[in-house]
T-cell receptor
Framework: DAGVTQSPTHLIKTRGQQVTLRCSPI?????VSWYQQVLGQGPQFIFQ???????GRGNFPDRFSARQFPNYSSELNVNALLLGDSALYLC??????????????FGPGTRLTVL | AQSVAQPEDQVNVAEGNPLTVKCTYS??????LFWYVQYPNRGLQFLLK????DNLVKGSYGFEAEFNKSQTSFHLKKPSALVSDSALYFC?????????????WGLGTSLAVNP
């Protein structure tokens, strides 16, 4: 079975632009979470969606938004890009939508560089 | 407050020797603990988790972890290290109390296994 897939792999944008990152979860998984990982740090939680509803939101500005589609894939949108948004953006899928026992499986990530 | 600490930024071991990567946590309720590994420019790969039951948890690639409630620790171990184990290791915890299902991540420990 295919794992979590993300596109694109790499992306270069300039300050002020907007970007859309995409994620397809493992087949059968209904929950998708987004994380930002800055070099040298652990992942920082951005959003979680389950069955197309937002289940959690991290401490990120409103420039960050996301949605989940009927096929459970997801998009993360970031508006008005800042240099500090440069990071690896990770998508994780899980089957149980955020129970304590839930195991998240990660995609390879999208490396975003903002110039 | 919920937190995870990985007290060592880097661990160096010789190939064939046992390895330990340390993790301590602080939560209000029962802890649900996870270990992930990240290879360069890759996403996070799930290694193992502790939910309940036996304090010794076995995971992928020969790794295991020991849950110690009194010391609030969940150290990752492997009896005989391989050069290919060299990577960045992250510990994460979910707090069983309340409705917050967010994963709290450590800052990571870089493991270098020398031939």
């Amino acid at each position: 079975d295919a794992g979590v897939t993300q596109s694109p792999t790499h992306l270069i944008k300039t300050r002020g632009q907007q970007v859309t990152l995409r994620c397809s979860p493992i087949s059968g998984h209904k929950s998708v979470s987004w994380y930002q990982q800055v070099l040298g740090q652990g992942p920082q939680f951005i959003f979680q969606y389950y069955e197309k509803e937002e289940r959690g939101r991290g401490n990120f500005p409103d420039r960050f938004s996301a949605r989940q589609f009927p096929n459970y894939s997801s998009e993360l949108n970031v508006n008005a890009l800042l240099l500090g948004d440069s990071a690896l953006y990770l998508c994780a899928s899980s089957s149980q939508g955020g129970t304590v026992r839930d195991t998240q499986y990660f995609g390879p990530g999208t490396r975003l560089t903002v110039l | 407050a919920q937190s995870v600490a990985q007290p060592e930024d880097q661990v160096n071991v010789a190939e064939g020797n046992p390895l330990t990567v340390k993790c301590t946590y602080s939560v209000s309720g029962n802890p649900y603990l996870f270990w992930y590994v990240q290879y360069p420019n890759r996403g996070l790969q799930f290694l193992l988790k502790y939910i309940t039951g036996d304090n010794l948890v076995k995971g992928s690639y020969g790794f295991e972890a020991e849950f110690n409630k009194s010391q609030t620790s969940f150290h990752l171990k492997k009896p005989s290290a391989l050069v290919s184990d060299s990577a960045l290791y992250f510990c994460a915890v979910r707090d069983g109390a309340g409705n917050n299902r967010k994963l709290i991540w450590g800052l990571g420990t870089s493991l270098a296994v020398n031939p």
